[in-house]
C-alpha cells in the first residue's frame, strides 16, 4: 500500500477517499486563501487549480522538512489537494462565514444554474536515494527497493500534477423558513457556495450536470487519472491489502 496524505481538513474530502478504499493521514495545509484570491486574476476554474496547487505545495514543504511517524516505512508517497467554488454570473462564491453572507448568497442564486469547480492537484513524493530515476510503478506494499533503503532519508518531490473539474448544479427555492433553519444548522458557513449536497443542504439542490463528486469537493475519477498519469496503480492506494 502506498500511503496517502490529504491535504484538507474537509470531512467530505476524507469521506470520498475513505469510500473509494484510501484510509488518508490528514495534514492541514493553512494556506491563507484570500491573499491567493485577492491578487488572482485568472477564472473561477483557475483559481480552484491555484488554491488546490498552492495547498499541496505548503503540505509538500511540510513532508520535506519532517515526515510525520505516520510516514515511517514508506518510499513513496501520494499527496493529495482539492479546492472548491461555486461561480455565479461569472464571480466566485466560496465559504459565506456568516448568516447574513449566506442569506445574500442565497437570495442570488436560489432558482439558478451555477458552475461547481473543483480544482485537483496530486504529488508522489520518494525518498531522496530514490529521486533521481522516474516515477515507476510502486510495489505492492509501496516500498518499492528495499536495497540501500534508509526510513530516515527525506522525501523529494518526484511529480506532481493539477486538474480540475465542473458541474453545473440548479439550485432549489427553498422557502424563507426553511433557509432561516439551514442557516441555524451553520452547515453553510462552511462550505462552498454556501450549500453542499451530502448533508442538510442536499434537500435544496434541484438537479446536478455532472460528477457528482466534483460537487463534494474532489473527483475520484479526476484523482485516478492524474495518479495513472504519475506512472502509478490506483489500486495500489487502496487501504485493503489485495
Do not use: C
Request: net charge negative; aromatic share 4%; hydrophobic share 45%.
Amino acid at each position: 500500500m502506498i500511503p496517502v496524505v490529504l491535504a484538507s481538513q474537509s470531512p467530505s474530502r476524507r469521506q470520498i477517499l475513505r469510500a473509494g478504499g484510501i484510509d488518508p493521514v490528514i495534514i492541514v495545509s493553512e494556506v491563507d486563501e484570500r491573499a491567493l484570491e485577492v491578487d488572482f486574476t485568472g477564472s473561477v476554474g483557475e483559481l480552484t487549480t491555484a488554491l488546490s496547487e498552492a495547498k499541496a505545495r505548503a503540505v509538500i514543504d511540510r513532508i520535506i522538512a519532517s515526515a510525520p511517524p505516520t510516514l515511517d516505512g514508506a518510499d513513496t508517497v501520494v499527496v493529495i489537494a482539492g479546492d472548491s467554488l461555486l461561480e455565479f454570473d461569472g464571480q466566485a462564491i466560496g465559504k459565506p462565514g456568516t448568516a447574513e453572507r449566506t442569506r445574500a448568497v442565497w437570495s442570488a442564486i436560489a432558482g439558478q444554474w451555477t458552475q461547481l469547480h473543483s480544482g485537483h492537484t496530486v504529488a508522489v513524493l520518494t525518498r531522496a536515494q530514490q529521486a533521481n530515476g522516474a516515477v515507476d510503478r510502486a510495489s505492492d506494499d509501496g516500498r518499492g527497493d528495499d536495497a540501500g533503503r534508509t526510513d530516515s532519508a527525506p522525501f523529494e518531490l518526484g511529480a506532481l500534477r493539477s486538474q480540475r473539474s465542473a458541474t453545473s448544479v440548479l439550485i432549489g427555492s427553498p422557502t424563507t423558513e426553511e433557509l432561516e433553519a439551514y442557516i441555524a444548522t451553520e452547515e453553510p458557513f462552511h462550505v462552498a457556495g454556501a450549500l453542499t449536497i451530502d448533508s442538510y443542504g442536499g434537500a435544496f439542490v434541484d438537479r446536478l450536470d455532472g460528477d457528482h463528486l466534483t460537487v463534494l469537493g474532489l473527483s475520484l475519477p479526476v484523482v485516478r487519472e492524474l495518479v495513472t498519469d504519475m506512472g502509478l496503480f490506483w489500486p495500489d492506494l487502496w487501504a485493503l491489502k489485495r
